[in-house]
């Protein structure tokens, strides 16, 4: 399904979207991915989910993309009675022994939380809502707080705590089962949760490899440990994804924005794809209009850089899931045509590249020349993706379409910023080859008679090599 705009748009499922007719209206409005967001699920909820997004995408001939958000050591209390309490200034107990909560104490599903925490340290509640400080811990089981903000406390609230290093592996026991749901389905993302480290990753990557699956991980960054140790994570995520909810509780809020600017602009220097999350079009769970400030904040994350812009409580629980999308991919084709996305840092490849230095070097270039002389389209086969990402990191003007015979991969790519997919099979001569996909290029309509493309390839085509080929042609 060809797109209109270059900056895609993730939408998560919930109780308002889930259904076959309001999703292929949501992708027919402009989400290029469908998040499944495991917290709120079961692995035979998750395996559902998925078959319904590939009914969509098969009845449809969509390529929308399944992100399976893995929910990661979420911190929780447990249930509680209603009504109860917090008053600034009492003390308030948080034990790992099972129990109802009340305004006096609450359960935490954290068996090491007595043992990690520290005096002194802060605990914070409901997003930040309700804070605590630790007075003296056990060392078992049981930790004496002070409120220092109070308030309504609910069941199954979460809680941050930012200046605590958890003990917690960064896959539960929950997670396992989830991920073995969402790579049996062969979903194309992985989302993993409160990532701290690039160990996490590499162990996420190892659970992967020995399914033997090529799903991919988007590493969300959420805790601050994740922020120190960026390019690391960098290094080994295939995306990552700025989820400012947790991460606005977990370090002082004003320094988001910097984060935020930050890893676009790191992640753009290494070809990582980036998602901006959390609270973008929030107004619209309830209202038919979004504010100015979140319109200026959609607009804003495109203009950093993002790959994609996320939807969350809009269209998993909130009024109007097709309205809002129509909405954001309003506010993201206008920005896309009247603002200026060339400013970004060029990021050259370098020798230290390795075996990808010639492929990089091409797609590199590729963009360049493309922008120098008006090119119509980016036009290059792959059977992996990898250059439908190098392209896209450096932001040409023009569309990236990208042919592969792997629909697990067209629908991969679908998150990727500016990419177009399209499915070929063939493998003949390079001269029938390029002259096949340039045709495709002609009926989708991004192109006419008398344009400019560039075509990049592995030559000789039968042999799936590296990209190694670069030609500009005219459509006749």
């Not at 078959?51 to 993309?65: D, I, M, P, Q, T």
């Not at 160990?199 to 990557?205: F, H, K, N, S, V």
């Not at 220097?269 to 107004?283: D, F, L």
Request: with cysteine; charged share 25%; glycine share 6%.
């Amino acid at each position: 399904m060809i797109t209109d705009k270059k900056t895609k748009i993730v939408a998560t499922l919930g109780p308002a979207s889930a259904n076959f007719d309001t999703m292929t209206d949501m992708v027919k409005s402009g989400v290029n991915v469908f998040r499944v967001n495991c917290s709120h699920s079961n692995p035979e909820g998750i395996r559902e989910t998925i078959r319904l997004v590939r009914e969509v995408n098969e009845k449809n001939n969509f390529s929308v993309a399944v992100l399976a958000d893995l929910q990661g050591p979420k911190l929780r209390v447990g249930e509680i009675e209603d009504g109860a309490m917090l008053t600034t200034g009492n003390t308030f107990i948080l034990t790992s022994k099972p129990c109802v909560g009340n305004s006096e104490r609450a359960y935490l599903t954290y068996e090491t939380f007595a043992r990690d925490v520290k005096p002194g340290e802060r605990i914070l509640l409901d997003d930040g809502k309700l804070m605590l400080e630790v007075e003296e811990s056990n060392q078992v089981d049981t930790v004496k707080t002070r409120v220092i903000q109070g308030g309504s406390l609910k069941s199954r609230k979460g809680v941050n705590l930012p200046n605590t290093k958890i003990s917690l592996p960064c896959l539960t026991k929950k997670d396992l089962e989830d991920l073995e749901a969402a790579l049996q389905e062969e979903v194309e993302w992985v989302g993993l949760s409160f990532v701290r480290s690039g160990e996490d990753i590499r162990q996420l990557r190892g659970e992967i490899n020995a399914r033997k699956s090529l799903a991919k991980i988007i590493s969300k960054i959420e805790k601050p440990e994740a922020v120190e140790d960026i390019d690391d994570i960098l290094t080994e995520t295939d995306a990552v994804m700025v989820a400012r909810g947790d991460l606005g509780v977990e370090v002082p809020m004003e320094r988001v924005p910097v984060i935020q600017k930050m890893i676009v602009k790191k992640a753009l220097a290494k070809s990582v794809p980036i998602i901006i999350a959390t609270q973008m079009m929030e107004t619209m769970m309830e209202n038919l209009s979004p504010t100015r400030a979140e319109v200026n904040d959609v607009a804003n994350s495109m203009l950093d850089g993002a790959d994609a812009v996320m939807l969350s409580g809009e269209t998993s629980v909130g009024k109007y899931p097709v309205q809002v999308v129509q909405m954001m991919r309003n506010i993201i084709v206008y920005v896309e045509e009247n603002a200026n996305f060339h400013f970004l840092d060029e990021h050259p490849p370098t020798k230290d590249a390795g075996d990808r230095y010639i492929t990089d070097s091409i797609c590199y270039n590729a963009s360049k020349i493309a922008d120098q002389i008006g090119a119509k389209a980016i036009l290059t086969m792959t059977h992996s993706g990898y250059t439908g990402f190098k392209i896209s990191s450096h932001r040409p003007r023009t569309t990236v379409a990208v042919f592969t015979a792997n629909r697990s991969i067209l629908n991969m790519l679908s998150l990727v910023w500016g990419v177009q997919t399209f499915y070929y099979d063939k493998l003949g001569s390079t001269d029938q080859s390029f002259a096949d996909i340039k045709e495709m290029v002609v009926q989708a309509g991004l192109a006419k008679k008398g344009d400019r493309v560039i075509k990049i390839a592995s030559m000789p085509i039968k042999e799936l090599g590296m990209t190694n080929t670069l030609k500009i042609s005219e459509v006749e």
